[in-house]
């Protein structure tokens, strides 16, 4: 998916620092901060332009996303890589500061402005546009949107079903993952294991010791093998996660949903008792109890003028709340076509980046199944020597 800004810019999230200061509560703290690069696509004579340089914090990305959530209620805003590591393979560090998390979530936070950019509004939005530049902090904070953000709800219930069900799927694929890396690391150290023990045998056999030698070195090579293996399961599970945590941008336009009916359905409601009243009020008949009503009973009637300004105050509230209900109507109706138009986007793009994702699984596993029959046909090519 192409857009314009894309088709300007080549964005790049290029290496992450460790720096140490002070926080908010003047307190020193470890952080890490990461260095984007903006460079124009296309250059003059070939030569590749300088890139623009800046870095930014993990909780700045948290705020761009924070107010893209709010400005764009209706858009399923992409997830930003996990603050924290969460279904970490137990052999692996789960320590924030660890290089090869920090990686990862180099490599998610690029995905995340990548995702942005590509989007045919978000990329359009001048905070995102200042984020990569400089100066936003102050232009989001002057936008107000923090003003916005409006209590939790749940309206669209057959989308929060979907979001629910996958987060569901995706957060049992993780798990099983991470057991099946589990397995294939004893797996492949038993196969270490064979080497020494081949290697030892090697040296008190005379005939034998070339052949358990080689049978040795080929188990050794296997053994060693399962870093590189486990680094490319961690991607696969990075891609998942990002799909794990997408589930809460689209719960948030199902809250959003919610909120814009409750409003509808509250003005609707207030234009119903104003109109009642003023029926009443014509009529002289009180179909509720009212303490207006009771009030009227016990000290008479009141005057025609007052009755009639009554009257007038009500048609007045009347007009203003039918315009006020057809707005929300609007806005309602417009909510959800905007809604729909992305989340049917959405899921195009997940159904494409998950199938990518599995097949990539699947060869990978297929690959490493070949790579272990190879093994044990040398080493039966070994024992044959022998």
Not at 90 to 111: C, I, M, Q, T, Y
Not at 136 to 149: H, I, N
């Amino acid at each position: 998916i192409g857009t314009a800004l894309l088709r300007k810019l080549e964005i790049n999230v290029a290496e992450a620092e460790k720096r140490t200061g002070k926080n908010t509560v003047n307190m020193q703290e470890t952080y890490t901060v990461y260095l984007i690069e903006i460079r124009p696509a296309e250059t003059e004579g070939g030569t590749p332009a300088a890139p623009d340089t800046l870095w930014r914090r993990y909780s700045e990305f948290e705020l761009l996303r924070t107010y893209l959530l709010v400005t764009y209620p209706y858009i399923i805003i992409p997830p930003l890589p996990e603050k924290r590591a969460e279904f970490v393979w137990h052999k692996l560090s789960a320590d924030n500061l660890d290089p090869d998390f920090v990686e990862r979530r180099r490599v998610g936070l690029e995905n995340f402005l990548l995702r942005v950019a590509s989007h045919p509004v978000l990329s359009n939005d001048k905070i995102f546009f200042l984020f990569l530049t400089e100066g936003w902090r102050d232009a989001v904070l002057e936008t107000g949107f923090q003003d916005k953000v409006r209590p939790d709800g749940v309206r669209f219930t057959a989308l929060k079903q979907y979001s629910d069900e996958l987060n569901t799927v995706i957060s049992q694929l993780l798990r099983i993952r991470a057991r099946v890396a589990d397995r294939l690391y004893g797996v492949y150290k038993v196969h270490g294991n064979y080497g020494r023990v081949f290697s030892e045998w090697s040296a008190i056999e005379k005939e034998m010791g070339d052949g358990l030698q080689s049978a040795g070195h080929h188990m050794d090579t296997y053994a060693a093998s399962i870093d590189d293996i486990l680094e490319e399961e961690e991607h696969f599970a990075d891609q998942l996660k990002e799909y794990l945590f997408y589930t809460d941008a689209v719960r948030s336009v199902c809250r959003k949903h919610e909120l814009i009916q409750y409003e509808l359905e509250m003005a609707a409601q207030d234009l119903v008792q104003k109109k009642q009243q003023k029926e009443e009020l014509a009529t002289g008949t009180v179909r509720i109890f009212s303490l207006k009503g009771m009030t009227s009973k016990l000290f008479g009637q009141e005057s025609p003028e007052q009755k009639e300004s009554r009257l007038a105050a009500l048609e007045q509230s009347i007009q203003e709340g039918e315009e006020t209900v057809k707005e929300k109507n609007t806005e309602c109706q417009e909510f959800v076509r905007a809604a729909w138009d992305d989340i049917e986007r959405f899921k195009e793009q997940k159904d494409k980046d998950l199938r990518e994702a599995l097949i990539s699984y699947a060869i990978m596993q297929i690959s490493m199944c070949k790579k272990g029959i190879q093994v044990w046909s040398n080493a039966k090519e070994c024992f044959s020597k022998m």
